[in-house]
């Protein structure tokens, strides 16, 4: 027997959690005296809802689970957002929290205990792909360990479980550690339908979305594309899913006129592990070719929001692996594909607003190409160019907060993205999110995690006051004061570079990247915001 804190750190690690972000409160200190040799490292964040980001963060640099503990009450209202961005961008963690003792709560009535909530799940429930509210040890242990079953069963999402403070304490048997999860394997005549579309087709073009990151189905989908010849258009989640110089890889947002134009031409579209949701879609006003071929592992996702004409529920990698194997090899040329993209690309250095942002995103691909970088980039104007337009090179290598668009959250998920070690990684902010999550350089410092964080100042929220230019407003409540912000990382131990332009930007960054440990680099710099913009999707 074991106490209930302990079984819980035991079932995540069993899961291969390795590194858990909390805070302690006073109902949760049973975690912090239960951890120890075999458990999951401890990192303490300076705020809860980074607790819930850098679980996030790392569970999409590993691919695995994430995990967060947080206190009662405001402990746990306090990562509602980040939990939020968990869920709309499909990321597999689970929140365990605590809750007021069993034996002051009082059935429908809210006592005042300290922390005590109406109904502190119920916060979750919007989000959540689940929830469980334990109050017994056994359904203490036994909650989190379905909870990082449902979190890692696609199609993923955070899963909330909270824990009365009273139940930690008790004595509980070890669980069962959670079963392995086999892929969803496609009917047979799904599959079938989709091979006789695919072959009807003179020309197809593949939409890729996260599921095939997911599903770890990058090498399958090169193979498809290269028998099919087949241009490759990828969603924001899907970014890296083909190297950047493969010779399919449109490697260009949707939202750009050359590659709209390009795919309502194609006589169908092969969309594998996407919803398709607004801001890949103009909000579903994209021209569309005349056939869809969709493949997904949520039943809801297939057809949320266009209806296919084959519909195939699976795992990506099984689907693309049958579908490569099923299907003829087609005589192909890329030539029309390197046409489209040279002319897009020089449009794009022409254009007033694009030729300034090329330059900046040339010195952060200069610098990321020769390292082993994870990019973690916040809703920023710098951010959405790199998001969509920079040079991603591998798998989960780019981490975008395009779920649900939350501001100041690459600070927070850089910590848990460089929590495993595995390679440096670059948090590009602007000058107002970064602010929102200031006091983790304490955590960066603290734990020498290699995190190099690119502060892009303009002066305050710049894509709102493009928004106010575009509509004849007054600049109101978009220009901030800021502090010194060479100051500010010196005064928690960390060393920073303060560039002049953008000529010094690639240097900057390689120094810093190379170093592994935390640095920051500051630029001044306004950029005009991209067409992967609402305001800028009709321009």
Same mark, same amino acid.
């Given at each position: 027997?074991?106490?209930?804190?302990?079984?819980?750190? %035991?079932?995540?690690?069993?899961?291969?959690?390795?590194?858990?972000?909390?805070?302690?409160?006073?109902?949760?200190?049973?975690?912090?005296?239960?951890?120890?040799?075999?458990?999951?490292?401890?990192?303490?964040?300076?705020?809860?809802?980074?607790?819930?980001?850098?679980?996030?963060?790392?569970?999409?640099?590993?691919?695995?689970?994430?995990?967060?503990?947080?206190?009662?009450?405001? #402990?746990?209202?306090?990562?509602?957002?980040?939990?939020?961005?968990?869920?709309?961008?499909?990321?597999?963690?689970?929140?365990?929290?605590?809750?007021?003792?069993?034996?002051?709560?009082?059935?429908?009535?809210?006592?005042?205990?300290?922390?005590?909530?109406?109904?502190?799940?119920?916060?979750?429930?919007?989000?959540?792909?689940?929830?469980?509210?334990?109050?017994?040890?056994?359904?203490? +242990?036994?909650? $989190?360990?379905?909870?990082?079953?449902?979190?890692?069963?696609?199609?993923?999402?955070?899963?909330?479980?909270?824990?009365?403070?009273?139940?930690?304490?008790?004595?509980?048997?070890?669980?069962?550690?959670?079963?392995?999860?086999?892929?969803?394997?496609?009917?047979? #005549?799904?599959?079938?339908?989709?091979?006789?579309?695919?072959?009807?087709?003179?020309?197809?073009?593949?939409?890729?979305?996260? #599921?095939?990151?997911?599903?770890?189905?990058?090498?399958?989908?090169?193979?498809?594309?290269?028998?099919?010849?087949?241009?490759?258009?990828?969603?924001?989640?899907?970014?890296?899913?083909?190297?950047?110089?493969?010779?399919?890889?449109?490697?260009?947002?949707?939202?750009?006129?050359?590659?709209?134009?390009?795919?309502?031409?194609? %006589?169908?579209?092969?969309?594998?592990?996407?919803?398709?949701?607004?801001?890949?879609?103009?909000?579903?006003?994209?021209?569309?070719?005349?056939?869809? $071929?969709?493949?997904?592992?949520?039943?809801?996702?297939?057809?949320?929001?266009?209806?296919?004409?084959?519909?195939?529920?699976?795992?990506?990698?099984?689907?693309?692996?049958?579908?490569?194997?099923?299907?003829?090899?087609?005589?192909?040329?890329?030539?029309?594909?390197?046409?489209?993209?040279?002319?897009?690309?020089?449009?794009?250095?022409?254009?007033?607003?694009?030729?300034?942002?090329?330059?900046?995103?040339?010195?952060?691909?200069?610098?990321?190409?020769?390292?082993?970088?994870?990019?973690? +980039? /916040?809703?920023?104007?710098?951010?959405?160019?790199?998001?969509?337009?920079?040079?991603?090179?591998?798998?989960?290598?780019?981490?975008?907060?395009?779920?649900?668009?939350?501001?100041?959250?690459?600070?927070?998920?850089?910590?848990?993205?460089?929590?495993?070690?595995?390679?440096?990684?670059?948090?590009?902010? #602007?000058?107002?999110?970064?602010?929102?999550?200031?006091?983790?350089?304490? $955590?960066?410092?603290?734990?020498?995690?290699?995190?190099?964080?690119?502060? $892009?100042?303009?002066?305050?929220?710049?894509?709102?006051?493009?928004?106010?230019?575009?509509?004849?407003?007054?600049?109101?409540?978009?220009?901030?004061?800021?502090?010194?912000?060479?100051?500010?990382?010196?005064?928690?131990?960390?060393?920073?570079?303060?560039?002049?332009?953008? /000529?010094?930007?690639?240097?900057?960054?390689?120094?810093?990247?190379?170093?592994?440990?935390?640095?920051?680099?500051?630029?001044?710099?306004?950029?005009?915001?991209?067409?992967?913009?609402?305001?800028?999707?009709?321009?």
């Amino acid at each position: 027997m074991t106490t209930v804190a302990r079984a819980v750190l %035991d079932v995540l690690r069993g899961t291969g959690v390795t590194t858990v972000f909390g805070l302690p409160g006073v109902h949760n200190l049973s975690f912090w005296r239960e951890a120890g040799p075999g458990t999951p490292e401890l990192v303490v964040v300076r705020h809860e809802q980074t607790a819930v980001y850098a679980a996030d963060g790392l569970a999409r640099v590993s691919g695995g689970l994430g995990a967060a503990l947080t206190t009662t009450g405001p #402990g746990a209202a306090n990562t509602v957002a980040a939990f939020g961005e968990a869920a709309a961008s499909g990321t597999p963690l689970v929140l365990a929290a605590s809750e007021i003792p069993t034996t002051l709560a009082r059935p429908g009535v809210v006592r005042g205990v300290l922390h005590e909530s109406r109904d502190q799940a119920g916060l979750f429930e919007p989000l959540a792909k689940a929830v469980r509210r334990p109050r017994t040890a056994d359904d203490a +242990v036994r909650a $989190v360990a379905e909870a990082a079953q449902i979190a890692m069963t696609c199609p993923r999402g955070p899963v909330y479980v909270d824990i009365p403070t009273d139940v930690l304490d008790l004595e509980a048997a070890p669980a069962s550690p959670p079963r392995a999860i086999a892929p969803r394997a496609p009917e047979s #005549g799904q599959l079938e339908r989709a091979v006789a579309a695919i072959e009807a087709a003179p020309s197809v073009v593949i939409w890729a979305g996260g #599921g095939v990151v997911q599903a770890g189905a990058t090498a399958e989908l090169a193979a498809l594309a290269e028998r099919l010849g087949a241009p490759v258009v990828t969603t924001f989640a899907g970014r890296g899913v083909l190297p950047p110089d493969h010779p399919w890889l449109v490697g260009l947002p949707p939202h750009e006129p050359e590659v709209a134009a390009y795919l309502a031409r194609a %006589d169908l579209l092969l969309a594998v592990g996407t919803a398709f949701d607004g801001p890949m879609t103009r909000n579903w006003s994209m021209p569309m070719p005349r056939s869809l $071929v969709a493949v997904n592992v949520s039943e809801p996702d297939l057809s949320a929001n266009y209806r296919p004409d084959v519909g195939v529920l699976g795992d990506a990698r099984f689907v693309l692996a049958e579908l490569t194997a099923r299907l003829a090899q087609r005589a192909s040329d890329p030539a029309e594909l390197d046409v489209l993209r040279a002319e897009a690309w020089a449009r794009l250095r022409d254009d007033p607003g694009g030729g300034p942002a090329l330059e900046f995103l040339e010195g952060v691909n200069a610098a990321v190409s020769n390292t082993d970088a994870t990019v973690v +980039v /916040d809703m920023t104007i710098p951010g959405y160019w790199y998001g969509g337009y920079g040079r991603i090179p591998g798998p989960r290598r780019l981490q975008y907060p395009i779920g649900w668009g939350t501001l100041g959250s690459a600070l927070p998920a850089s910590v848990g993205a460089a929590a495993l070690r595995e390679g440096p990684v670059l948090a590009l902010c #602007g000058d107002g999110g970064f602010m929102y999550a200031v006091g983790e350089l304490a $955590v960066l410092r603290q734990e020498n995690l290699p995190v190099t964080v690119l502060v $892009v100042d303009d002066g305050g929220y710049g894509m709102l006051r493009y928004d106010q230019d575009r509509a004849g407003d007054q600049h109101r409540g978009v220009d901030l004061y800021r502090p010194d912000f060479g100051a500010l990382a010196a005064s928690f131990g960390i060393t920073s570079a303060v560039i002049r332009g953008v /000529d010094e930007l690639e240097a900057a960054l390689a120094d810093a990247l190379a170093a592994r440990e935390p640095r920051m680099v500051v630029l001044p710099l306004a950029l005009t915001p991209p067409r992967t913009t609402s305001p800028r999707w009709h321009d």
